[in-house]
């Protein structure tokens, strides 16, 4: 059984530039969850969606910051216009609602120059 | 803002010996989990503890939680080479229609033969 896939693993980009993140989760699980992992701020929850809704977005840090779930297999993290201080490991965890335990994806290493 | 403190931030031991992690958290809580990173991977669940246990074992692991205090403890026994990581303890508070999890600071392990 597949666990949540990320795409890319690894980004780097230009200041200004758009960066997309993709994350599938594991089919069956209706809650996905959006975190960034710095040495700074260690992990920090961004967002997170049940049955494709955005519940809390309280931690996306600023406007550039977007999250979508088109549908139960698929979301995105956008980052428009980027900034250095983006750069962080960004990481993607699904669960069933009906359990508290959260399965995470190997995460996408951001780097934006 | 972190929910969880972590301590020691490091430790260093040797394979065989017993490892023991603590955590620190604010608020009531519904349930703590451990999980586990290895360098450039993503968080591994270990282990869950509800607020009504007191303690949990899963082979050479074992938490306790002691509500009173706000705290948690990981014990790792017969420690091995294989379990240099990072640990991280995470609270759930379910509010209902949420359930989310704040993570510590962690925990770096390093078990040298």
């Known amino acids: 059984d597949a666990g949540v896939i990320q795409s890319p693993r690894h980004e780097v980009t230009e200041m200004g530039q758009e960066v997309t993140l993709r994350c599938k989760p594991i089919?069956?699980?209706?809650?996905l969850f959006w975190y960034r992992q710095t040495m700074m701020r260690g992990l920090e929850l961004l967002i997170y969606?049940?049955?494709?809704?955005?519940?809390?977005d309280s931690g996306m840090p600023e406007d550039r910051f977007s999250a979508k779930m088109p549908n139960a297999s698929f979301s995105t993290l956008k980052i428009q216009p980027s900034e250095p201080r983006d750069s962080a490991v960004y990481f993607c965890?699904?669960?069933?609602?009906?359990?508290?335990?959260?399965?995470f994806g190997p995460g996408t290493r951001l780097t934006v120059l | 803002s972190q929910q969880g403190e972590e301590d020691p931030q490091a430790l260093s031991i040797q394979e065989g010996e017993n490892a023991t992690m603590n955590c620190s958290y604010k608020t009531s809580i519904n349930n703590l989990q451990w999980y586990r990173q290895n360098s450039g991977r993503g968080l591994v669940h270990l282990i869950l503890i509800r607020s009504n246990e007191r303690e949990k074992h899963s082979g050479r692991l074992r938490v306790t939680l002691d509500t009173s205090k706000k705290s948690s403890s990981l014990l790792i026994t017969a420690s091995r080479a294989a379990d240099t990581a990072s640990y991280f303890c995470a609270t759930n508070i379910n509010t209902g229609t949420a359930s989310k999890l704040t993570f510590g600071t962690g925990t770096r392990l390093q078990v040298t033969l």
């Open positions: 969606f049940n049955n494709n809704v955005p519940i809390d």
């Open positions: 965890a699904s669960k069933r609602t009906s359990t508290d335990t959260q399965y």
């Open positions: 089919s069956g699980h209706n809650s």
